[in-house]
């Protein structure tokens, strides 16, 4: 590691704005009541914004003028779930070097905007037409729709070479339903029985309804600076000890993990451990008091858990269906309920949790102790939160 | 009745269509790797040579995955329900997608051999598809 990052940046100030099926307000709306929200949490200035990356909803120079913001470091990404965690990096990186003081990382969804849903041509950004089906991999002419049909190509795979069942697969979804039945901001709260997961019908086999994510209108914003100044604010620093980027190429493929043999993808048994996050961080994996796994489809959490070594390959479903899992587990997982019940917010719901967890603000939920969080994805990317 | 959504044809993915219609699975190849490529791209993913040969490939293959639809994102797969979309590992080495044609989605396994079929979807659009064929 040429450049010691460790600790170096920090989350200081989190929003969440409404999260419903529709909110019956649009992007900046939404956006307004999140970066409210975060600027009272930590007790910042608007003013001191000097930063503004946009991962969805819409566009950062419009936002910026919205927000009466002067900033001197603007940035926008595609807009997808999977560059939540790249985000926040940036934001860190930008803050460390100096190029911006308080950067506002922002998402948000209006889904009535995407025709109520995802699949079907209806998708904001027309993705499944695009450069031979866009990330996942669609071909609406098979009828090859949706961004669960990835998941569920990847799932099935591994249900055939490993043994894998839909009971211990829908134990993701069971184990993530409880722990939103502790999160106020939830929007599944029911509880759910195994029982009640087979029971539901099946949508993309072997992918069943409550394998797919909530579809819902919503907004986060998370506040990123410098360790030093984020001391000086309301709330204790939430650390970035450690991170690694987002991986892409032939032998990744976005809603599995490396070796799976989907798409292009070469088939192998073993699983490469190469995951610098741990050494940037100065942690093992023992130490991770919880994790936050991105879970648009339940098959992510279990291709999360092998891709970074917590389990071996073929292993996860298995040490889900245990409760491993669990918030009384060995080690909780997606302890708001992930995409799955708390509600699709891409992967910064998770960002959320990660610091409600560290500074023991996650109430009923709360993991004791939490000193090391872990985000991560089957993909690669990832970052250590600490105290 | 509602159409079904078609495959956008461009300038870097025209051969592979024109071979459709012809009753030929074409698909990129590289001559300076002597091998064939998927996803579709205008260069080589492993030298970056361009621009590429199309060759049409064999065809057989194997199912490396499979997902069955029971829920029609578009109105036209409404009367098709349940439909099966399988991952084939061609001989070749890429892996493609298609519908498979003539088996129950429950008799469906890993490594089922299979080959290519055609399904006319209009005078522009031919559809490389699969059905099960006899293990060699
Ligand atoms: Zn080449």
């Known amino acids: 590691m040429g450049w010691e990052f460790r600790n170096k940046a920090a989350v200081?100030?989190?929003?969440?704005g409404p999260v419903a099926k529709d909110t019956g307000l649009g992007n900046t709306a939404l956006i307004g009541a999140?970066?409210?929200?975060?600027?009272?949490?930590?007790?910042l200035a608007k003013a001191k914004l000097d930063g503004l990356f946009v991962n969805a909803g819409v566009d950062v120079d419009r936002l910026a003028e919205n927000l009466g913001l002067a900033c001197r470091y603007a940035n926008q990404?595609?807009?997808?779930?999977?560059?939540?965690?790249?985000?926040?990096?940036s934001a860190a990186l930008a803050c460390v070097a100096g190029l911006a003081d308080y950067i506002a990382c922002i998402y948000s969804i209006d889904i009535s905007e995407?025709?109520?849903?995802?699949?079907?041509?209806?998708?904001?950004?027309?993705?499944?037409?695009?450069?031979?089906?866009?990330?996942?991999?669609?071909?609406?002419?098979?009828?090859?729709?949706?961004p669960g049909s990835g998941a569920a190509m990847a799932m099935r795979k591994y249900m055939a070479r490993y043994g894998a069942t839909a009971e211990q697969l829908g134990m993701v979804a069971v184990t993530q339903r409880a722990h939103a039945a502790l999160n106020p901001a939830a929007m599944m709260k029911a509880p759910m029985t195994l029982a009640d997961y087979l029971a539901a019908r099946p949508v993309i086999e072997p992918l069943r309804l409550f394998d797919f994510c909530v579809v819902n209108d919503g907004a986060i914003c998370v506040i990123v600076t410098t360790a030093e100044r984020a001391r000086d604010l309301r709330k204790p620093p939430v650390?970035?000890?450690?991170m690694q980027g987002l991986r892409a190429g032939r032998e990744e493929f976005v809603f599995g993990r490396p070796g799976l043999g989907v798409w292009q993808q070469t088939e192998r048994e073993d699983l490469p451990q190469v995951h610098p996050v741990f050494a940037m961080a100065g942690v093992e994996r023992k130490d991770v008091d919880g994790l936050m796994i991105y879970d648009s489809f339940s098959p992510q959490v279990i291709f999360g858990l092998e891709e970074f070594g917590y389990v071996g390959p073929g292993e996860a479903a298995a040490w889900i269906a245990s409760g491993n899992g669990r918030l009384d587990g060995r080690l909780p997982v997606n302890t708001h309920g992930g995409h799955l019940s708390e509600g699709m917010l891409a992967g910064w719901g998770h960002q959320l949790e990660a610091v409600r967890q560290l500074r023991g603000e996650a109430g009923a939920r709360q993991i004791p102790d939490a000193e090391v969080i872990q985000y991560l994805m089957g993909t690669g990317v990832s970052i250590i939160y600490t105290r | 009745m509602s159409q079904r959504p078609q495959p956008r044809i461009t300038d870097d993915n025209r051969p592979h269509w024109e071979g459709a219609r012809e009753g030929r699975l074409v698909l990129p190849y590289c001559e300076a790797c002597a091998r064939f490529f998927y996803p579709i791209s205008p260069f080589c993913p492993f030298c970056l040579k361009a621009p590429v040969a199309w060759k049409p490939v064999s065809g057989r293959g194997r199912v490396s995955s499979w997902v069955v639809f029971h829920k029609a994102f578009y109105p036209y797969f409404a009367d098709r329900l349940p439909y099966v979309v399988v991952q084939v590992e061609l001989e070749e080495g890429p892996r493609v997608n298609g519908n498979l044609f003539g088996l129950d989605p429950g008799s469906i396994r890993l490594g089922l051999p299979v080959e290519a079929t055609f399904e006319r979807e209009g005078a522009e659009v031919t559809l490389p598809q699969f059905r099960a064929r006899a293990a060699p």
């Open chain 1, 239 to 242: 650390h970035i000890a450690g």
């Open chain 1, 34 to 43: 999140a970066v409210r929200e975060a600027l009272a949490d930590c007790g």
């Open chain 1, 114 to 146: 995407r025709g109520g849903g995802f699949g079907g041509g209806r998708s904001h950004a027309h993705e499944e037409g695009r450069e031979g089906g866009g990330p996942h991999g669609e071909m609406p002419h098979y009828g090859l729709t949706h």
């Open chain 1, 12 to 16: 200081c100030g989190i929003g969440l």
């Open chain 1, 77 to 89: 990404a595609w807009t997808h779930g999977r560059l939540s965690g790249p985000i926040v990096q």
